[in-house]
């Protein structure tokens, strides 16, 4: 068991780096593939969605950095001061941390007898240690990275943004829409069937509803571009 925890727990990080990877990428491919769409609905100019799709490219994928790096740093904060607030509970009230520590295995299913053995045996081996497993349930020394985070959200965005941008400007003008719509919504079903695989969800539901979700947005800035095109014409 000793030898298969570690191992665990490096996939379970695994697993959710990944996870916040596909659902960065697909926030990229919905932002930028409504924002294009509705530009080519408003103009046919090449330079003009271009440039438009990789300001928003930079903006967006700048925005979810900040937001990301922002958001785990507040986090993260928060899991400093409850582990410190159990180092300071472990030295000034240690017999009541016991205590709490044999409720804790007790409300696991274990007597009251066997639940005070094993709170007395990981007190005496590393009550620190025990109480934040059983109670915060937090691994002090894998603490998410606000930095790493960041970078990961920022440069998961810019490679789903990528491809609903060439999408739009590498077809002729005659096909660019349709072969965009279609190929845009592919890349949102392997996206939403990947998130579905890391997360244990349903795939068929969680592609079906971020491809709607996609053309939903797609459609209905596109509409706007064509009314707002009209209406500067």
């Known amino acids: 068991m000793d030898e298969l925890e570690p191992h665990e727990a490096h996939h379970t990080v695994k697993l959710n780096w990944l996870r916040a990877a596909v659902l960065g990428a697909n926030d990229g491919i919905v932002s930028i593939g409504a924002l294009i769409f509705g530009i080519a609905g408003a ?72 639940a005070t053995i094993v709170a007395k045996e990981l007190t005496e ?60 919504l592919f890349i949102l079903a392997v996206t939403g069937a990947l998130s579905a695989r890391v997360g244990g969800a349903n795939v068929p539901r969680a592609v079906a509803r971020v491809v709607s979700g996609g053309a939903l947005a797609m459609a209905i800035t596109y509409l706007v571009g064509l009314l707002f095109g009209i209406t500067v014409l």
């Open 43 to 114: 103009t046919s100019s090449d330079p003009i969605i271009l440039m438009t799709g990789v300001a928003g490219t930079i903006a967006g994928s700048l925005s979810m950095g900040v937001g990301e790096y922002v958001s785990v740093s507040s986090s993260r904060d928060t899991e400093r001061a409850l582990l410190e607030r159990e180092r300071v509970e472990l030295k000034n009230s240690p017999e009541k941390e016991l205590e709490e520590l044999v409720a804790l295995y007790e409300k696991k299913g274990l007597s009251r007898e066997t």
């Open 125 to 184: 081996r590393d009550a620190f240690a025990a109480h934040v497993d059983a109670e915060l349930r937090i691994d002090p020394e894998n603490l998410t990275n606000p930095s790493h985070a960041a970078i990961a959200s920022t440069l998961s965005f810019i490679g789903g943004a990528i491809f609903p941008l060439l999408a739009m400007v590498l077809p002729p003008a005659s096909i660019r829409i349709p072969v965009a719509f279609v190929s845009v």
